[in-house]
């Protein structure tokens, strides 16, 4: 079987980049989680290599600090049986456009087929696609987009609930910094989920009401009602200090403590996309405890990134 063939309606997909969940339908995005299904039974396997990107090569171009995403990308194409190659370089700077482009199209001349790339300005991989004729994947782009973590999620609260539709998805904390939030918000919504923002109007403003979702800046208002709470990582690196009062002060407030835990409904799913600050965001009793998503989200990432690199290469050789 070739997974994400022989799928229900036909449907053919088309894209050889990923670069964001805004510009996806229904449609394409429940492809991907039909994709990511059959891969996800590779890795029960004992052997966990399918031969579908044979002769591939994946180069993972990353200007950010990056543990979990990296090693996922890397180990989704060597289970395609794909070779992976590491660019990584730090850079403080702001305006590298040219530069970046330039190392893009270095990276490409040397034969590559899938750039992954993650970088601190909102648009690079956009960029960088416009660019070279290989694929490009974002893997984090500024505060923008994080399209693989926002299809890892959902796949999670999919496989948790066996749905998404009608389900109450809360994302808290500091929202205005998170592409992990935005592409949650677009992959949420369009698959029917009712996504309520929780946050302090500082790291939450009232503008992000415009994308379809409900702006609450008082977690207790709405704990008790959610399905699945999803908590993102405090970005201290990206707050500004004026935006953040104090850290005690947003976990009185924002965090997930076990007196606000055991005000949630019965049977609540925790996520969080990681690394997480634990005591700040999140108890470290709730992210290791029973309801506690969180390496199942990584898990998944695997099969989803699987899916995702395997469908943009499938595009590529179409159009080619
Ligand atoms: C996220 C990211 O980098 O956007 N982390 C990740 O992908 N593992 C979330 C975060 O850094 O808070």
């Not at 503008?207 to 379809?212: I, K, P, S, V």
């Not at 207790?220 to 002060?249: A, T």
């Not at 076990?258 to 108890?283: A, L, Q, T």
Request: hydrophobic letters at 40%; one cysteine or more.
């Amino acid at each position: 079987m070739s997974p994400g063939h022989g799928h229900k309606s036909g449907f053919k997909w088309t894209r050889k980049h990923l670069l964001g969940l805004q510009d996806l339908s229904a449609e394409e995005i429940e492809h991907v989680m039909t994709t990511a299904d059959s891969f996800k039974e590779v890795s029960t396997r004992s052997v966990k290599k399918v031969p579908a990107l044979r002769g591939r090569v994946l180069v993972n171009t990353f200007f950010e600090d990056s543990t979990r995403t990296r090693t996922s990308f890397s180990l989704a194409a060597s289970r395609l049986s794909a070779d992976v190659i590491d660019f990584s370089e730090k850079t403080s700077s702001t305006s590298k456009g040219e530069t970046l482009i330039d190392t893009a199209r270095n990276i490409e001349a040397m034969g590559i087929d899938i750039i992954v790339l993650r970088h601190p300005a909102a648009g690079a991989a956009e960029t960088v696609s416009r660019h070279v004729n290989c694929s490009v994947v974002n893997a984090g782009d500024g505060a923008h987009e994080h399209p693989t973590q926002g299809l890892l999620d959902l796949y999670t609260i999919r496989e948790r609930f066996g749905k998404v539709a009608g389900l109450k998805v809360a994302v808290v904390g500091d929202i205005v910094n998170s592409r992990v939030a935005r592409s949650n918000i677009w992959a949420l919504t369009k698959m029917g989920a009712e996504v309520i923002l929780v946050g302090p109007p500082t790291l939450l403003p009232r503008t992000f009401e415009r994308f379809g979702v409900r702006v609450v800046h008082d977690f207790d208002q709405v704990i008790g009602q959610v399905d699945v709470i999803n908590m993102l990582r405090v970005q201290f690196e990206r707050i500004k200090s004026s935006q953040f009062p104090s850290v005690r002060e947003f976990t009185r407030f924002f965090g997930l403590t076990s007196d606000r835990f055991n005000r949630c409904k019965k049977d609540v799913f925790i996520m969080h996309p990681g690394p997480m600050n634990r005591g700040i965001e999140i108890s470290s009793k709730i992210a290791d405890g029973p309801q506690s998503g969180i390496l199942t989200q990584v898990t998944n990432g695997l099969a989803v990134r699987m899916a995702v690199l395997y469908l943009v290469t499938q595009a590529q050789s179409q159009v080619a």
